[in-house]
């Protein structure tokens, strides 16, 4: 079946710094990935839509600048935290529609611990 | 804006034992709606999708049905095992053109005894 791989699974950084996330289709192309954030004990909250070739549309209240987001292929989409803070720490989880027939893969998450 | 609900959010059950999850969402006008399993720190599992022509799906132990009118699904779990411990969560996609994203329910969190 069609697989998003996401990486890291796991990263800790300092307060300040940069941290990027990538996510893949494996074995198929997605023009079109989503960006999760997922609080513990919470359910996933969307945070932007990744479009291959153009600008990420952002949910209301997701700062643009802080969470960049860039497409540049078919198969990848990288998510951007800059300049973290600890209260960006959280999980990360990517996806992408595969098709009407199967729905939405996801990626198997990020957790993002900022120190 | 659609809003998805799950009953009860957390169940706990002896194994063994057959159990049913209760999808609700307030806007009928559905493309379809997934069933996701999400173990602790992992990513979403596909378990099931139903198209909102179809009124259930079946994999294995598991039967999602779906009334579209009534903005409710169910997901069923047959002779439930140690292993279907998990986090349950449905979501649906609107049928709107444009509309590519899910709404995802609150989640159930699942317990089985063994």
């Known amino acids: 079946g069609a697989v998003v791989s996401q990486h890291p699974s796991r990263v800790i950084c300092k307060s300040g710094t940069s941290v990027k996330i990538e996510c893949r289709s494996l074995d198929f192309q997605a023009t079109t990935m989503f960006w999760y954030r997922q609080f513990p004990k919470q359910s996933l909250m969307l945070m932007a839509t990744s479009n291959e070739g153009s600008k990420a549309t952002y949910e209301q209240g997701v700062e643009k600048d802080k969470f960049l987001i860039n497409h540049a292929s078919l198969t990848l989409s990288t998510l951007t935290v800059t300049s973290a803070h600890p209260e960006d720490s959280s999980f990360y989880i990517c996806?992408?529609?595969?098709?009407?027939?199967?729905?939405?893969?996801f990626g198997s998450g990020t957790r993002l611990t900022v120190v | 804006k659609q809003e998805v609900t799950q009953i009860p959010a957390a169940l706990s059950v002896p194994e063994g034992e057959n159990l049913v999850l209760n999808c609700s969402f307030t806007?009928?006008?559905?493309?379809?709606l997934q069933w996701f399993r999400q173990d602790p720190g992992k990513g979403l599992t596909s378990l099931l999708l139903?198209?909102?022509?179809?009124r259930e799906q079946t994999s294995g132990r598991l039967n999602a049905s779906l009334d579209k009118s009534s903005g409710r699904s169910t997901l069923y779990i047959a002779a439930s095992q140690p292993g279907d411990s998990a986090t349950y969560l449905c979501a649906v996609k609107g049928d709107q053109t444009g509309a590519n994203n899910l709404f995802f329910g609150t989640g159930t969190r699942l317990t089985v005894i063994p």
């Open positions: 139903i198209q909102s022509s179809q």
């Open positions: 806007d009928s006008a559905i493309y379809n």
């Open positions: 996806s992408a529609r595969v098709g009407s027939l199967y729905g939405y893969t």
